[in-house]
């Protein structure tokens, strides 16, 4: 018996840049960073609450408008007819530190995007939640700031991220293989080579000035192992009517599941080892998953509607890549100043016609059978006794999925499995990796 291993990285870049007409020109002419990918149901929502000895309050980790966001970003991202994933704890990571920095009506856009009450709510929401997290020792995170020789970050942006454990470093653009290589050990060392670079020298411009980063990792195994002997061919349905085969992963014990009327959609919870779970919803047969997205509320109320129930359960090994620039979706969600010659973000350094250009979110996740055999001594059944009355459940169509801390409900990774890759024979390795959100200031 194998342990199915998921492992996620995420990593977000801004790049920082003073704008000029000629730079602006300049600056279209250099490619997008690319990336070399290589991150129990409850009753009732517990209660978790952190003492920020910052400011001296009780952070409600569980209070539920921290997820609003979340669900937000996927309902937008769901319009696309494409597979989607994406880490929101990241996401809102890097725009905090973005608020920190901005003034008028681009910081009262980012609060009221991300639904936080003040800039010192959501930083000390942000300090607890990494911390806790942190604790799990299944996920890492870490920031980075590198910042142009030329300019001068004001000191009391510096101290404000220093919240956020920042890595600050000053770098000489000019130089522009050395800040390459120097941002790239930064990754390398934080991902202990697993992610070697991130940038090569043609998507860095001398006239960078501030490089800010987030980095989230997150690595599980299954508490319920999956026996690579058991996976078979099977049929995945698009929404097309189309089928395609995949290798269809399978396993019986008890699960918390349920079939959700009002979203019409089977719900199960997958645990991994302690702190972790993953929430897959699959919408019934002449529904789908916009329509799914569009009527989901939070993702706490399938949950606590879940009972412990004796499985079948068959899902399918899947790989994705994904790539999306979120300024198209972060505009409908109302962060629109921050890309327009109004930004406002002289809180970072003193100049006043810097914006945010672009937002690049780069991820892949693989789901595989491979690990150890420690799971055998768990005693459970991969194969379903002759005339066992477990329920069957087969994620053969496409779904949303979440991966979740369960004692806090952050959701640390989203996302919604549309389409199979049409190559499910070759072998992979365990590994969920992404790099990440480039935000470009200009």
């Known amino acids: 018996m194998f342990n199915v291993e998921l492992n996620a990285m995420i990593l977000t870049v801004l790049f920082l840049v003073f704008t000029t007409a000629a730079d602006a020109q300049l600056l279209n002419q250099y490619t997008p960073v690319h990336q070399f990918l290589q991150p129990q149901a409850l009753d009732e929502i ?72 003040s800039l010192a709510q959501a930083r000390s929401y942000l300090k607890a939640i990494l911390h806790v997290l942190k604790d799990t020792r299944y996920v890492e995170s870490a920031n980075a700031v590198f910042v142009s020789k030329k300019v001068q970050v004001y000191k009391d942006y510096q101290n404000k991220l220093q919240d956020y454990k920042g890595f600050i470093e000053s770098l000489d653009f000019n130089n522009v293989p050395l800040a390459v290589q120097t941002i790239n050990k930064w990754v390398n060392d934080l991902t202990k080579g697993a992610i070697p670079t991130i ?49 269809m992963m399978q396993v019986s014990n008890n699960f918390n599941y349920q079939y959700n009327k ?90 006043d016609n810097i914006r945010v250009n672009n937002i690049v979110h780069k991820t892949k996740i693989q789901v595989d059978e491979q690990g150890t055999k420690a799971a055998a001594a ?28 369960r004692e806090t409900r952050a959701i640390i990774f989203e996302g919604i499995f549309r389409h199979p890759q049409m190559d499910f024979q070759r072998t992979l390795p365990p590994n969920l990796s992404s790099r990440g959100n480039f935000y470009t200031f200009q």
Request: glycine share 6%; hydrophobic share 40%.
């Open 46 to 117: 517990p209660q978790f609450s952190i003492q920020d000895q910052n400011q001296n309050e009780n952070i409600n980790l569980s209070d539920e408008r921290h997820i609003f966001f979340d669900i937000a970003l996927l309902k937008e991202l769901a319009k696309t007819n494409e597979n989607v994933l994406v880490s929101p704890l990241s996401i809102k990571t890097t725009l905090a530190m973005v608020l920190e920095g901005s003034k008028g009506i681009c910081a009262e856009e980012i609060q009221k995007t991300l639904r936080i009450g």
């Open 199 to 247: 940038i090569g020298t043609d998507n860095i411009h001398k006239d960078f000035t501030v490089v800010l980063a987030n980095a989230l990792y997150f690595k599980g195994k299954w508490k319920t192992a999956f026996d690579e002997k058991s996976t078979r061919r099977d049929y995945f349905y698009l929404e097309n009517g189309g089928r395609r085969e995949v290798n």
């Open 262 to 351: 009002n979203l019409h959609a089977e719900a199960v919870e997958i645990p991994y080892e302690d702190d972790f779970s993953m929430l897959i919803v699959m919408p019934a047969e002449g529904n789908n998953v916009e329509n799914l997205a569009t009527d989901m509320q939070k993702p706490s109320d399938i949950i606590a509607d879940l009972k412990q129930t004796e499985l079948n359960l068959a899902i399918p090994k899947f790989d994705m890549d994904y790539s999306k620039n979120l300024v198209d979706i972060l505009k409908p969600l109302g962060v629109r100043t921050i890309f327009t010659h109004e930004a406002n973000l002289t809180g970072i350094v003193p100049n």
């Open 378 to 405: 768990t005693g459970v059944i991969v194969i379903p006794l002759i005339g066992s009355t477990a329920r069957k459940v087969v994620i053969n169509r496409p779904f949303i999925y979440f991966i979740y801390h």
